[in-house]
């Protein structure tokens, strides 16, 4: 079934390829809950299929790809070794730590806990910023974004407060690197 599956999505993902997709992502959103051998065994081992099946050019474009296991830290230097350009994470990991684990192979994406969403706008801009103040100097490979998926009953003017937040913070920092 996992053979088929891969199989499945990989074929799925290079459809969208073909269709125009800037990148495609790969979700195991259950992954961090194996034990070390089932982590390897029954996710990383079709992760690695289906990333080395992709097609990574279309029109003469890199097609960007990106991997995400929810709770998945553990294992970021195996993920990040996958042939995936980005690596997601989670709100459990700390973003500075996975930066230096990883170095500059690939770039990282998240991981701003989704129930902060829930929190006042100036909350929600409080924790953007530390997030984006954790990865670190140059704010360059790192691609904002949440920990895991939003809730349908988050507040509308705690997104716009986050993304407002993430752009004009962001600019601020690129000022301050560059």
Same mark, same amino acid.
Request: hydrophobic share 45%; aromatic share 8%; with cysteine.
């Given at each position: 079934?996992?053979?088929?599956?891969a199989?499945a999505?990989?074929a799925?993902?290079?459809?969208q390829?073909?269709a125009g997709?800037?990148?495609v992502m %790969?979700f195991?959103?259950?992954?961090g809950?194996?034990?070390?051998? +089932?982590?390897?065994?029954f996710s990383l081992?079709? &992760?690695?299929? %289906?990333?080395?099946a992709?097609?990574?050019?279309?029109?003469g474009?890199?097609v960007?790809?990106?991997?995400f296991? $929810?709770?998945g +830290?553990?294992?970021?230097?195996?993920i +990040?070794?996958?042939?995936?350009d980005?690596v997601g994470?989670?709100w459990t990991?700390?973003?500075?730590q996975?930066r230096?684990? %990883?170095?500059?192979?690939v770039?990282?994406?998240g991981?701003?806990?989704?129930n902060?969403?829930?929190?006042?706008p100036? &909350?929600v +801009?409080?924790e953007?910023k $530390?997030?984006l *103040?954790?990865?670190?100097?140059?704010? &360059?490979g790192?691609v904002?974004?949440?920990?895991h998926?939003i809730?349908q009953?988050t507040p509308? *003017?705690?997104?716009t407060a986050l993304v407002d &937040? %993430?752009?004009?913070?962001?600019?601020?920092?690129?000022k $301050?690197?560059?």
């Amino acid at each position: 079934i996992l053979d088929i599956n891969a199989e499945a999505v990989a074929a799925y993902l290079n459809a969208q390829i073909e269709a125009g997709a800037q990148a495609v992502m %790969v979700f195991d959103s259950w992954g961090g809950v194996l034990a070390e051998r +089932a982590f390897q065994r029954f996710s990383l081992e079709y &992760t690695r299929r %289906v990333v080395q099946a992709l097609r990574r050019e279309h029109e003469g474009e890199r097609v960007p790809c990106i991997v995400f296991t $929810k709770g998945g +830290a553990q294992w970021l230097e195996e993920i +990040a070794a996958c042939g995936a350009d980005v690596v997601g994470l989670d709100w459990t990991a700390d973003l500075g730590q996975a930066r230096r684990r %990883v170095d500059d192979r690939v770039a990282l994406q998240g991981n701003l806990d989704p129930n902060v969403l829930f929190a006042s706008p100036e &909350t929600v +801009a409080v924790e953007a910023k $530390k997030v984006l *103040d954790s990865y670190g100097p140059g704010n &360059t490979g790192h691609v904002f974004n949440l920990g895991h998926g939003i809730s349908q009953f988050t507040p509308p *003017d705690r997104v716009t407060a986050l993304v407002d &937040t %993430v752009h004009a913070y962001s600019r601020e920092l690129r000022k $301050k690197s560059a």
